[in-house]
Every structure is written in structure tokens, then in C-alpha cells.
């Protein structure tokens, strides 16, 4: 059940002709009156043809026409308006289920408190069987005004307990996270424009879709007005900026004049400061030699600094940052990735904005490795290639399970049904993308004989997936990787453990394609030379603690000492 507050009004009996109308396209059937206050005392115009609107106006308004005749300043905004709405696998509730579900709805929202005989004019007219309105005049019998802050939060909350009592569908509570809802007039605005989305979404996307190609704020703005969009900063006495909105070509007020929007209002995570708590990192610029030194290749730095994702999980503050962060990875990925999985991972970008926000306050700090790696892929002017881009959906899809995880465990259920929708999507893309990489691998499956190694390999390293791994189809592309490996100097069972300790395959649908990214994007590294690796070590060892002068040029027994140390250690 939903019930949507309305911005305030001033027009009682304009409001009533709607309710009483016949709606904009004929759906309004059989208005009438299931509720209203204690002292309504006069006949619904929906059942008595002798009485008319204007009169039920006027009773509603007796209290602010009291307090505007007795106060110098006047009264405008005191037209409460609230629809409530079931969902529409809901049973059918009668005019009396609906009438005590108003009065709660009020009671919830401060309009009438419970036990107050003094409480604001309203009534509940009905229209349709899956709705009724709420029209409340917020003056009360005393004069004073109502307590409504809050209200949208406690209103929400009674309509939770009343899907209980009802046994209606149950909804997620809000937590305040949320987007704002279009209003009437902004659909009905981009309806007439011919625009898909209305101003706000529009927006909000666009921002979203140039936050991985900043580092800062003032790089940000000057990235959107690039792409046509207008914005109207804020600044100081000193040039510094303080805040910002943005607009959309075309959609101007009734002077001819452009519509901004505050980044507040557009979305709770896109307020400057938020934008500069993400964007702007104060971890020391990384030296150009050692930049050169990692590897070229974004998509496996993307793939590689997901890990980290993994690791900072245990503190809230450092996994909210990685959430926020993996949603933008997301939405670079859907910037850079072929057409054929573009739509998909656009679609996951999108979804899993809400689950980038919680109640939880996020240490963006933690997250710059991911970031960083988030905008190497942005900037990058070519795309992946098959098996590298395979490998990364393969890391986004279990980074958004974990994501799902976190926020169930602790009761986001907003965000952890987002993370969810954003997985379908991500998962439709990832297996897209595997297919080719599968098709070639099985191609050059090696021989039976050689399976059959491959796959004692298997069952000493996983036992307990082997068998779920060896039946799965993939399994022949999974042994194809484990030959090209082992031919590259790798151990195929050494890297079967490492893969399956890297994501737990007990919730992958396909345990083969699983380990086939995995091991994939790790066996491209050279494989360890232990003599290289020993020799290396026992340099180092030399130059941290080079031998005496003293023990050369002391007494000869004394060399020879030092020099049999020296033979023994060689």
C-alpha cells in the first residue's frame, strides 16, 4: 500500500472537482465520502444532488477562514492531499476497510491525532476500488497548525502494519534514501515534449554517467556543460565553489527562462559535498614511473582492484565506499563495453544507483584503487577484449553478490533488492560475453587422456564441487584453460585452489565459467621462477646486510672464519 503526500495546495474546491470529476480519461466511477472527521455534519455530494462542492469547500475551510480573518497574514498553503493506493494484486477492501485505513493514515500523519477533538477538517473520497483520496485542511479547530514534519516517514509506517492486519502485499520500509518521485506536472511536462524521462531522471543519469571521468567537482561541472547540459554554480567570495545546479536544454518555465534543479533535488547522493567526498581523493598522487609500471591493460586492473572490494567488507564505513564505487565501475563498464552487452550493463548501472546509498556512512577514501581503476577504464580509447571483458563481468557479478549480501545483512532492503535487479542484469551480460570465449576454448579442448589428469586435478584441489565442475557443459572449455596454463608453467591444481578461494562456488549456477575467468585473468601473469625468486631473495639479503670490511682485513684466521660462513651459506 502506498500513500503519496502531495505538495501543498491552496485550492480546496478545485481539488474536490477533481475527486468528483470524471477524471482525466473517464476513470473516475461512484465518488463518494468513506471517512471524514468527527464534526463533518452535512451531506456528500457524491450520493445527495442537493449538495454541492462549493458548500463541502467552505466546511472544510471554516477553520482557516477563522484564523485569516483574525491574523494579518493569510493562509496559502493548506490544502493537504494524499492518495493511498493497494497494490494491484491486493483483494478487494470495502468502504469500511478503506474508512478505518484513512483514519489511521491521519491519526499516523498528525492531521487528526488520536483523542484530539480539535484536530484539522478531512475527508476520504473513494473513486475507484484500489484507491481513495485524503483532503485535509491543516488548520486546526483551535487555530493552530498541525504537526506534519515527519509525516511522510510515519504515515509510511503505518501503511507497513497495515498490509499486516489486512494480510495485504507487504512493501519494504523507507529509510530516506530514496529518489524523489516525479510530481503530476513533471510527467505530464515530458509527456508533451515527447521526452522518455522527465527532467530530474534525465539529470540524474547524465551526472551519474560523467562521475568516472572526473577527479574532482569543478572537473565534473565542466564535464556536463561540455555535454550540453546547463549548470549554474554556486561560489564564495573567493571563487570557491559551494554548490551547483543543473538544467535541461528545453525545459524552461513559463517566462522562457531555464529550469535548474539543485543537486540535492535531482538526488540525495549528488549534493556537492557528497560529489566531493567521492570525487576528490586524499591519497597522494601516484608517481608517474610507478604508474607506468602496472599494467597497461584497464579492463585487468579493473578486474584486479575488485578484490579489494572483497577485502574491506568487515568495517561498514569502508564497505559502503566500495559499494558507491562499484557502482560507478558499473556504469564506466556500460560506457566502454561492445553493443551487444551495452543495454544490459546500462540497465545495471541504472538499477543499482539505490543500492549506492544507505544510512551507512561511507569512508570514499577506502575505495580509490577502485576508483582509480574506474576511471582508467572511462578514459581508455579501446575496448576490451573477449576473455579480458569475460573475466570482469565474471568479477562485477560476484562484487554485486557480496553487495546484495551486505546491505541484507543488515536490513537494507531497498538497496539489497536493487543490488539484486542490477545482478540480473549484469549476469544477462556476462553470459553474453562468455559465450565466444567458450566456443574457442572448446574448439581446442585437449585430449581425453589429458582431461582425465585435468580432472583428478580438479577433484584434489575443489572435492567438494568436482563433481557439480566436471558434469557442468563448460567443463571442457575449463580444462582447455588449465592446458594452456600448465603449458605457460603454472600448476593446474595450485590454480584451481586459489580460483575457487577467491569466490565461494556454491551459489554460481556454473562452476566451470566460474573458475574459467578466474583463472583465465590470473594465469596470464608469467608463472613464478622459485630458482629466480630464490636468488632474488638471497640478493637482497646481501645488500641489506653486506659482510664486515673488519672481517677482510682483521687476522687471517679470522677471514678464513668469515669465508667458511660464506661458502656454508652458498
Not at 33 to 48: E, T
Not at 241 to 252: E, I, K, Q, T, V
Not at 314 to 336: F, N, R, V
Not at 482 to 494: I, N
Request: hydrophobic fraction near 35%.
Amino acid at each position: 500500500m502506498i500513500a503519496a503526500i502531495k505538495p501543498a495546495g491552496s485550492n480546496t474546491r478545485g481539488l474536490l472537482a477533481y475527486l468528483y470529476g470524471p477524471g482525466r480519461h473517464d476513470e473516475h466511477l461512484d465518488p463518494h465520502i468513506v471517512a471524514g472527521f468527527a464534526m463533518l455534519g452535512m451531506s456528500d455530494p457524491g450520493r445527495n444532488p442537493d449538495a454541492t462542492l462549493t458548500q463541502l469547500a467552505h466546511h472544510l475551510d471554516e477553520p482557516v477562514h477563522l484564523r485569516n480573518s483574525e491574523f494579518g497574514k493569510k493562509i496559502t498553503d493548506h490544502v493537504w492531499h494524499c492518495p493511498v493506493r493497494a497494490a494491484p494484486e491486493d483483494r478487494h477492501l470495502s468502504d469500511t476497510e478503506w474508512a478505518d485505513i484513512a483514519q489511521r493514515i491521519v491519526e499516523a500523519a498528525g492531521i487528526a491525532p488520536p483523542g484530539d477533538d480539535l484536530g484539522c477538517r478531512w475527508i476520504a473520497v473513494r473513486h475507484a476500488d484500489d484507491h481513495i483520496h485524503i483532503l485535509a485542511t491543516t488548520v486546526r479547530e483551535d487555530g493552530r497548525r498541525p504537526k506534519l514534519h515527519g509525516s511522510g516517514i510515519r504515515v509510511g509506517d503505518a501503511c507497513r502494519q497495515i498490509e499486516t492486519d489486512y494480510g495485504l502485499r507487504q512493501l519494504k520500509k523507507g529509510d530516506r534514501t530514496a529518489d524523489r518521485r516525479p510530481t503530476q506536472a513533471e510527467m505530464h511536462k515530458a509527456q508533451r515534449l515527447g521526452w522518455d524521462q522527465t527532467s530530474r531522471d534525465w539529470l540524474q543519469d547524465r551526472i551519474r554517467a560523467a562521475i568516472p571521468h572526473a577527479s574532482n567537482a569543478e572537473e565534473l561541472l565542466a564535464y556536463l556543460e561540455a555535454d550540453g547540459i546547463a549548470i549554474k554554480p554556486r561560489r564564495g567570495p573567493f571563487g570557491d565553489l559551494l554548490g551547483y545546479a543543473a538544467g535541461r536544454s528545453g525545459d524552461l518555465n513559463k517566462d522562457g527562462e531555464q529550469i535548474f534543479h539543485p543537486g540535492g533535488k535531482i538526488a540525495p547522493d549528488l549534493t556537492l559535498p557528497k560529489l566531493k567526498a567521492r570525487l576528490e581523493t586524499t591519497t597522494p598522487e601516484e608517481h608517474p614511473t610507478a604508474r607506468r609500471q602496472r599494467p597497461t591493460n584497464p579492463w585487468h586492473q579493473a578486474t584486479d582492484a575488485l578484490d579489494t572490494l572483497h577485502q574491506g567488507m568487515t568495517d561498514d564505513t569502508h564497505a559502503q565506499a566500495h559499494i558507491t564505487a562499484l557502482g560507478e565501475l558499473i556504469e564506466a563498464t556500460a560506457q566502454k563495453a561492445p553493443d551487444h552487452s551495452r543495454a544490459e550493463l546500462r540497465a545495471a548501472a541504472r538499477t543499482f544507483a539505490r543500492a549506492q546509498r544507505s544510512l551507512s556512512r561511507a569512508e570514499n577514501q577506502a575505495a580509490h584503487t577502485l576508483r582509480r581503476a574506474t576511471r582508467d577504464i572511462a578514459h581508455t580509447a579501446t575496448g576490451p577484449d573477449g576473455s579480458a571483458f569475460a573475466a570482469l563481468l565474471a568479477a562485477l557479478v560476484w562484487s554485486t553478490i557480496v553487495a546484495a549480501r551486505w546491505h541484507e545483512a543488515r536490513n537494507h532492503a531497498h538497496q539489497a533488492e536493487a543490488a539484486r535487479q542490477a545482478l540480473h542484469h549484469i549476469q544477462t551480460a556476462a553470459d553474453h560475453a562468455l559465450v565466444p570465449v567458450i566456443d574457442n576454448l572448446v574448439a581446442r579442448r585437449p585430449s581425453d587422456q589429458a582431461r582425465r589428469t585435468l580432472a583428478h586435478d580438479a577433484r584434489a584441489a575443489v572435492p567438494d564441487h568436482a563433481d557439480r565442475i566436471l558434469t557442468d557443459p563448460a567443463w571442457p572449455a575449463l580444462a582447455t584453460v588449465l592446458a594452456d596454463a600448465e603449458a605457460s608453467g603454472h600448476e593446474p591444481h595450485q590454480l584451481l585452489k586459489e580460483a575457487a578461494a577467491q569466490r565461494e562456488l556454491t551459489s554460481a549456477r556454473q562452476p566451470a565459467r566460474v573458475l574459467i575467468t578466474r583463472i583465465q585473468h590470473t594465469s596470464r601473469n608469467p608463472a613464478p621462477n622459485l630458482r629466480a625468486e630464490a636468488a632474488r631473495l638471497r640478493t637482497t639479503m646481501i645488500r641489506a646486510h653486506p659482510p664486515s670490511r673488519l672481517s677482510y682485513t682483521a687476522r687471517p684466521d679470522t677471514v678464513t672464519a668469515s669465508n667458511d660462513r660464506n661458502h656454508r651459506h652458498r
